[in-house]
């Protein structure tokens, strides 16, 4: 167990490389307590499957593997990690998500090791390990089968609708780190102020004059990556009514993603998703309900987690912010919403590109909407709610930072939609099912 423990802490400290924004010893914490939890469905197998035995003793590690991610979910890092993001592309396998979530890829990878580990130690020669790898195989044959049989037989067949979404230009040097830390501080000069109002100025001109030239081009969706357009708070209300102008002028529906400053608060930022109706109506305001920890949370006013919706002429329209998406419970709210299509700006970097974005595409499979993820610093990408993807646009392969997508207008009702983390409970009923069995099995009169 001491070498299992290193050699996991060596291993999530290379998979989260860069990714995990933790300064300091604090990485380090984090990557000893990861490794400790990593070895949990390790060492229950390690007590258990040699009393239990047989088909039962091979169920101890996929259940806990499966539960620990289910309840991992809930924590500040949502699923990240989950085993299942391994399988990103293999959609066959990956419509099983619509059924069971996330867990039941997670089942189906923890359990074959399970039983390939059985059939070693026991041998070839053993029935009860025969007897559990051809049904270990013919069960992933038969989900592959059945996935295959979705994808072929049952084909997104709804109407398209071009959305356009873009990423700011850099076409003026933002403010210094100086400049900043003195608006953090409350202690910002007027010189201060003109400056940001400047470059902010530059920088929402420039979106709202490509917002107007997309929807020119036909797009009759516009939005724009995560806080893409700065703003202070007592200027938003006018940046809104332009976008508004913008929207009703030109027909289409507009998202504006601000990060709008707001000076008098503690902490002082609105990361949101204001969304604008064809009509110049504001439909919905969203607030990122989970901001990454660490800077991002200390400095971000955190949203109520409540998705909005608006019935459009191009379907039920819902929107989340960047990290929101790696929270399978929060998005289930999509598919309790009946949404056809989720906006996503986000706002990403080199290290977590294009991996964070593939995670997302996970949400459009399990709650069977179309989703939309623009990503500056990283992979902008389309999915339909079967998991194709339909556009893509990596923010260091262009110059341009725009991305065309053709978006089925119509979702979907999955089973995980309806249903929910089932999957999860039963996989945690069944470990403690296994728990109470070794109890008895060795407590047992003799």
């Keep these: 167990m001491p070498l299992a423990y290193l050699a996991a802490a060596l291993a999530i400290g290379f998979q989260l490389r860069g990714m995990v924004p933790i300064p300091g010893a604090g990485y380090y914490v984090f990557l000893g307590f990861s490794a400790m939890e990593f070895l949990v469905p390790y060492a229950l197998d390690?007590?258990?499957?040699?009393?239990?035995?047989?088909?039962?003793?091979?169920?101890?590690?996929?259940?806990?593997?499966?539960?620990?991610?289910?309840?991992?979910?809930?924590?500040?890092?949502?699923?990240?990690?989950?085993?299942?993001?391994?399988?990103?592309?293999?959609?066959?396998?990956?419509?099983?998500?619509?059924?069971?979530?996330?867990?039941g890829i997670a089942f189906l990878i923890a359990w074959f090791a399970a039983v390939s580990n059985a059939l070693w130690q026991a041998g070839w020669s053993s029935p009860p390990a025969r007897r559990a790898a051809g049904l270990r195989l013919a069960i992933i044959l038969v989900i592959i089968l059945l996935g295959g049989a979705r994808l072929a037989l049952f084909p997104v067949r709804a109407r398209a609708v071009r959305i356009a979404s873009l990423s700011k230009h850099d076409l003026v040097s933002a403010p210094d780190?100086?400049?900043?830390?003195?608006?953090?501080?409350?202690r910002a000069t007027g010189k201060d102020l003109v400056a940001v109002r400047r470059w902010s100025a530059e920088v929402n001109n420039d979106l709202l004059r490509r917002a107007e030239q997309e929807a020119q081009a036909g797009a009759k969706i516009v939005f724009w990556g995560e806080a893409n357009a700065p703003v202070f708070k007592e200027d938003e209300a006018a940046l809104i009514e332009r976008g508004s102008a913008v929207a009703r002028n030109n027909g289409i529906y507009l998202g504006m993603a601000l990060g709008v400053w707001n000076r008098e608060n503690d902490p002082p930022l609105e990361n949101k998703l204001v969304f604008v109706n064809a009509d110049g109506s504001i439909a919905w305001q969203f607030h990122k309900a989970h901001p990454v920890p660490g800077a991002e949370a200390a400095l971000q006013v955190r949203g109520d987690g409540k998705l909005r919706r608006a019935d459009t002429a191009f379907g039920r329209i819902t929107g989340v912010i960047c990290f929101d998406a790696d929270f399978p419970q929060l998005l289930s709210q999509a598919?309790?919403?009946?949404?056809?299509?989720?906006?996503?700006?986000?706002?990403?970097w080199r290290a977590i590109d294009p991996w964070h974005t593939q995670m997302a595409s996970f949400r459009a499979i399990e709650q069977g909407v179309n989703l939309v993820r623009h990503t500056s610093n990283g992979l902008s990408a389309a999915y339909d709610y079967q998991g194709h993807q339909l556009s893509a646009m990596d923010h260091y392969q262009t110059s341009e930072y725009a991305m065309v997508s053709e978006v089925p207008t119509r979702g979907v009702r999955t089973i995980y939609s309806r249903l929910g983390d089932w999957f999860a409970w039963l996989c945690l009923a069944t470990l403690l099912l296994l728990l109470g069995k070794y109890w008895r099995n060795r407590f047992a009169p003799r």
């Design 335 to 348: 598919g309790a919403l009946g949404a056809d299509i989720v906006l996503d700006p986000s706002n990403d």
């Design 177 to 186: 780190d100086a400049t900043w830390n003195r608006l953090l501080e409350k």
């Design 46 to 103: 390690k007590w258990l499957h040699v009393n239990l035995g047989g088909l039962a003793g091979t169920l101890v590690f996929p259940t806990a593997w499966s539960a620990l991610e289910y309840l991992n979910c809930f924590g500040p890092y949502g699923s990240w990690g989950a085993a299942a993001y391994s399988q990103y592309g293999n959609l066959a396998l990956d419509q099983l998500v619509s059924v069971t979530g996330l867990w």
